[in-house]
């Protein structure tokens, strides 16, 4: 069985990735381990780069719509046709939607994943694609729910961690002053959130980058007078780093996203505090590995935050739950077992 993954952004292993394109990698890395795979990627330029058993294909995308998320191209359709199995990894952009098409065409069995960082408006507003396929395959419970008008069969397929990368270190001091936010820096992400409700003596240090200037001189106005430090797009080893020594890791999305960053923070032994929205109240146990918040509650992050500086021995005892958790739960291998099965019924 020959499987195609297709990433609308550009996935590389040797530059910072955010959650949805770690999804994609960690997840074709998986697949490659049971089973011939290919990652088609987007870039400026065509490339091939072997890693391990899993082949990454950049095909040639020189114009993106939606910041950058909707690349402007039909180049990866020659490549489908050596593929058995079409797994798309975001709806509502234009590659997904030519893929889809293209499967159809070809008498592939397709597949869709929504990592919810696509907003595009394409074809499928005016094509029902999405019931074209084979069978959806979402992160979660929560984004089952939030496609309705999806019929086709579906399995939840859930998400991974690299838990021998993303592991605690008993070398390392956990700073209990010490709050992390890891993501791209939009919005909806709720940073802005965050740095309002800083409490005074905590640091947050936010680890991404984004492409909105204007929304980027507004979290630097609301940081003034506050320990904010913007790290920026960082590797893997300052991420993890970043993980280990936090007190806890926030992410206050009004959106339902977060869901690898969760995952990485509470393998490394953190634990998370979080919106209760989307998928995260599915990897999220609250009061074991981490507190859930209403989402876009400043209020409420605030008094959690400073519950948190206030007591961090109840935080730093969570840690042996999230490791537990995480081995428990959230293994690349299981979700590439789960993705196999729902390609062969």
Known sequence: MRVALVMPTGVSPDRPLAGGERYALELARALADKTETRLLTFGPEPQVVAYGPLMIHTCRARITLGGGLNPVTLSHLRRLAWADIIHCLQPRTIVTDAAMLAGRALGKKTFLTDLSGGQARTLSRLIPLRNMMTGFLPISEFNRRQNPWITRPATVIFGGVDAVKFAPDPATIKRRNLFVYVGRLFPEKGLHLLIQALPAGARLEVIGSGT????????????????????????????????????????????????????????????????????????????????????????????????????????LAMAGACREDVLARFRWAAVADRCISAYTR
Do not use: H, N, W
């Open 212 to 315: 909105d200037p204007a929304y980027r001189r507004t979290l630097e106005d609301l940081a003034r007078g506050k320990d904010v430090v913007f790290l920026g797009g960082q590797p893997d080893d300052v991420v993890i780093t970043r993980y280990r020594e936090a007190l806890a890791v926030v992410l206050p999305s009004m959106i339902d996203t977060g869901f690898t960053s969760s995952m990485e923070a509470m393998a490394c032994g953190t634990p998370v505090i979080g919106a209760a929205l989307g998928s995260l109240p599915e990897v999220v146990r609250d009061g074991q590995t981490g507190a859930l918040v209403p989402a876009g509650d400043v209020a409420a992050l605030a008094a959690c935050l400073e519950g948190a500086i206030a007591d961090p021995a109840r935080f």
